[in-house]
């Protein structure tokens, strides 16, 4: 797995990603990748194996608070770490930027999103009804930065494996 910045040469890919990892309501245009890619408060980060991208994570920070916007995985690639990794490297990057906290936004219905946020330190502490249409609701979730790493550690050392 290679982590690295991505890139507007990216963005069929991502598109591709969006496709096979939410339902059309819910999926982001070329537009709003475009300008994720494009913007200087943003992170977008790529998971490549093989030369094929196989995750893609996004994160924007505003003033001291930080926002997950997207994490999608290959439906062939998940349960691998590769969401963690991500994960924990945005937080890391939100860390470093200033932030005091970090927020997201994740399905109610999204076992693995929630148990993967859990892990990295997230709690629940709002819902919102309707979010991602009729029925499908959002728990906004936030983990605060109490104490930055050391230097050269990364919050991925402090998970448990």
């Known amino acids: 797995m290679i982590v690295a910045t991505a890139k507007p040469d990216d963005l069929p890919a991502l598109l591709e990603l969006e496709e096979s990892g939410f339902d059309a309501p819910e999926r982001w245009s070329t537009g709003s990748w475009a300008s994720e890619l494009s913007s200087p408060d943003r ?7 093989d030369d094929q991208v196989e995750a893609v994570a996004c994160f924007g920070v505003l003033d001291d608070t930080a926002e997950v916007l997207r994490v999608v995985v290959r439906p062939d690639r ?40 859990k892990a990295a330190g997230f709690t629940a502490i709002a819902r919102r009804s309707d979010y991602y249409g009729l029925g499908r609701h959002a728990i906004v979730m936030e983990c605060r930065f109490h104490r930055r790493p050391a230097p050269g550690l990364s919050r991925l050392s402090r998970w448990p494996a």
Not at 82 to 102: H, N, P, Q, S, T
């Open 43 to 49: 992170l977008v980060l790529i998971s490549r194996d």
């Open 78 to 117: 998940r349960e691998r770490g590769i969401a963690r990794r991500l994960v924990g490297l945005g937080m890391d990057w939100a860390d470093a930027a200033g932030a005091d906290r970090i927020l997201l936004e994740v399905r109610y219905d999204n076992d693995r999103g929630l148990s993967l946020y």
